[in-house]
C-alpha cells in the first residue's frame, strides 16, 4: 500500500512554488524573447493569385445541374471578389483585362438576360484608370450590345462617357453613340441617349454635322414626342446661331 501511495504522489501536479527559481526565470524570459522577436521576424510571404483559365462551356453547363442562372450569379460574386484574396487586395489594374474578359463573356453565355456582367464591365472594371483596360471593357460591351441592343442600350450608354470623359476618345464615343442611335427604337431608350451623337458632333466643333444629324431625324418621322422634337427643333436653332459668328469671321489678310 505504501508503494501505491508514494506512485500516486509522484503522479500529482505539483504547484509552481515548488519549481525551482532559475527554471521559471528561463521560461519567462523565453516567453519574452518570442514576443519580442514576433515584432521583427518577417510574416508569411503572401503571393497574389492570377486570374485562372475560363473552362469550357460544356463544362460549365455541366457543373450547373439545369440552373444556368444560378451557377452565373455564382461565378458573377466570386469574380468580383477575386481581388481580394487572403492577406492581400489586388487593385483592378493589375488583373488580366483578356481573360476577365474571357470570363465576363462566358457567366454571360449562361445567362444571356443577365445585365451583371455587363454591368460590371462598364462600371465597375471598366472604371480603373488604365485607358488599354477601359478599351478591353468597352470593346466587350459594344460587342454584346450589338446582340441585343434594345435590352443592352445603359451599358453601351456607359461606355459612350468611359470613352468621352475618361479615354478621351471623342471618336470611338462618336462611333459608339450613332449605333445607339440607329439600334434603338424611340419607344425602348429616351431621348438623351438616342441624342449623344449630337452633343459629341457638338465639342469636337463638328457643328454643321450635329446640324445635319438633327435635320435627319426631323424629316425622318422617327420622332413622334412633341417634347422631343421640340427640344431638337430648338437645338438645330442654338446650333445655327453658333454657326453663323464662325462663317462671318474675315478668312484673315
Known amino acids: 500500500m505504501r508503494g501505491l501511495k508514494s506512485m500516486y504522489d509522484a503522479g500529482r501536479e505539483r504547484p509552481v512554488s515548488h519549481v525551482p527559481r532559475p527554471v521559471l526565470i528561463l521560461l519567462l524570459a523565453c516567453l519574452v524573447l518570442q514576443v519580442v522577436l514576433s515584432g521583427y521576424l518577417p510574416g508569411r510571404e503572401v503571393f497574389a493569385r492570377k486570374l485562372p483559365p475560363v473552362p469550357e462551356h460544356g ?11 444560378a451557377l452565373a450569379k455564382f461565378l458573377m460574386l466570386w469574380l468580383q471578389a477575386f481581388d481580394n484574396q487572403p492577406g ?29 456582367p455587363l454591368l460590371s464591365a462598364s462600371r465597375v ?26 435590352r443592352r442600350w445603359p451599358w453601351m450608354a456607359h461606355a459612350v462617357y468611359v470613352s468621352k470623359h ?6 470611338l464615343a462618336l462611333q459608339l453613340a450613332r449605333e445607339i442611335r440607329e439600334s434603338v427604337p424611340e419607344d425602348v431608350a429616351p431621348a438623351w441617349a438616342r441624342q449623344m451623337e449630337i452633343y459629341i458632333l457638338e465639342d469636337m466643333d463638328e457643328v454643321e454635322s450635329a446640324m445635319v444629324l438633327i ?24 446650333l445655327r446661331k453658333k454657326k453663323e459668328p464662325q462663317a462671318s469671321m474675315p478668312d484673315g489678310p
Do not use: C, H
Open 166 to 171: 475618361q479615354i478621351k476618345d471623342l471618336a
Open 215 to 238: 435635320g435627319g431625324l426631323l424629316e425622318s418621322g422617327r420622332i413622334t414626342d412633341s417634347n422631343e422634337l421640340n427640344y431638337l427643333k430648338y437645338k438645330l436653332e442654338e
Open 59 to 69: 463544362l460549365l453547363e455541366l457543373a450547373a445541374l439545369g440552373d444556368n442562372a
Open 88 to 116: 492581400i487586395s489586388i487593385p483592378f489594374r493589375e488583373l488580366d483585362y483578356q481573360r476577365l474578359r474571357i470570363w465576363l463573356d462566358s457567366i454571360l453565355g449562361l445567362d444571356p438576360r443577365s445585365q451583371y
Open 125 to 150: 472594371y471598366g472604371s480603373v484608370t488604365d485607358q488599354d483596360r477601359q478599351r478591353i471593357m468597352v470593346d466587350f460591351v459594344r460587342e454584346k450590345f450589338r446582340q441585343d441592343p434594345e
